[in-house]
């Protein structure tokens, strides 16, 4: 174990990583990971490497009853996130595990390997009901560690094979690896896979979300799920008003023009530690800009920088909000993209059997 010296105040000198501050925390040392992050010119190795510990999971699907969410039950493969989005709500959960929701998140990342067997073991519970998995709403099952551990994989092996429904939120384009998975989960109506997709500026893109693939990149896994017959949604998920706001029926046209059927999106969220982080974000990277954005985020959050309130804390509320909704919806119909979309099935589930069970001989 050892101990992290770096404060809230300090400052970093990270290349590929996005957080540029780091508060105290404790950590294990296990491994590195290495990945290609999907970039044509791939920026030195960043000062800070990525470091990997594993977690026996005890179990794996946590349910939800938040109203806010399309799902009432989820796994995470991982815990952290490399990919570095400066943005991403789900760093405060890092602190649960002593480590910090600044530079720990995207480099000091936890990993499921029996994710898998315990998934199999929840599903095979006779007071198991079925309905709609999610997979990669807290963080990303595709990040860079995921090509070699291959916990996401083994997850979705055995929803196919029980014909489990799963919804996949990810930005990166390891997915492509698993379409032979998907495609067959698809022909069932099983599957629905979310691309995540924040800005066409890859300039932007590489700042802020610095080790998730190019926004040109993501665009073709988009068309090459659509190909498959993988039915996808474009996220364009957060939206930051005075940052990429204005390119909302920019991204909602590509997306559909790579072959997405269906949109959403959802406006930047500053929950508990991430408000600190992004507001250094924007001083380090976008100084110019940074009261605009604020402002406007505080406008749509009472005064604050968020507001936690289930029905709120999604979209925001007021004269700001309402425009960007009815820009989305005017632009959604125009285009030919959905909003809401049939079910995925449930009916095809198939219990796994129960470790220990008898075998039938017949």
Request: net charge neutral; glycine share 6%.
């Amino acid at each position: 174990m050892e101990q992290l010296k770096n404060t809230a105040e300090s400052q970093f000198n990270a290349p590929g990583r996005g957080a540029v501050s780091n508060h105290a925390g404790r950590f294990e040392r296990h491994e590195t990971a290495a990945f290609d992050d999907g970039w044509d010119n791939e920026e030195e190795t960043p000062v800070l490497q990525t470091v990997v510990r594993d977690e026996v999971a005890r179990s794996l699907i946590t349910y939800n009853r938040s109203p806010d969410l399309p799902f009432d039950r989820s796994i995470n493969p991982y815990r952290g996130c490399e990919h570095g989005c400066v943005y991403c709500f789900a760093r405060p959960t890092h602190a649960y595990l002593g480590l910090s929701p600044g530079l720990d998140f995207e480099t000091r990342l936890i990993a499921r390997p029996n994710a898998a067997e315990v998934l199999r073991r929840e599903l095979a519970a006779r007071s198991y009901k079925v309905a709609p998995i999610a997979i990669g709403t807290n963080t990303d099952p595709y990040q860079p560690i995921e090509k070699d551990r291959q916990i996401t994989r083994a997850c979705l092996e055995v929803l196919k094979d029980t014909r489990h429904p799963v919804a996949i939120v990810t930005k990166g384009a390891l997915i492509e690896r698993d379409l032979d998975i998907l495609a067959h989960m698809a022909r069932d109506g099983l599957v629905r896979v979310g691309i995540s997709l924040t800005t066409l500026d890859a300039g932007l893109s590489r700042r802020m979300e610095p080790r998730a693939p190019a926004p040109l990149r993501r665009l073709r896994t988009i068309e090459r799920l659509a190909r498959a017959g993988v039915p996808v949604r474009v996220m364009t998920s957060p939206l930051i008003p005075g940052l990429t706001d204005h390119e909302l029926e920019a991204l909602l046209q590509a997306a559909r023009d790579s072959g997405a059927d269906a949109a959403s999106w959802i406006m930047l969220r500053l929950p508990r530690e991430v408000s600190q982080l992004w507001q250094e974000w924007l001083a380090a990277h976008e100084p110019g800009r940074a009261d605009k954005v604020m402002t406007r985020l505080r406008e749509m959050h009472g005064g604050r920088d968020y507001d936690p309130r289930w029905g709120h804390r999604m979209l925001g509320e007021g004269r700001y909000a309402e425009m960007i909704a009815q820009r989305f919806r005017a632009a959604v119909k125009r285009i030919g993209l959905e909003i809401e979309t049939a079910p995925l099935r449930s009916d095809l589930f198939v219990r796994p059997e129960r470790a220990g069970a008898q075998l039938s001989l017949f």
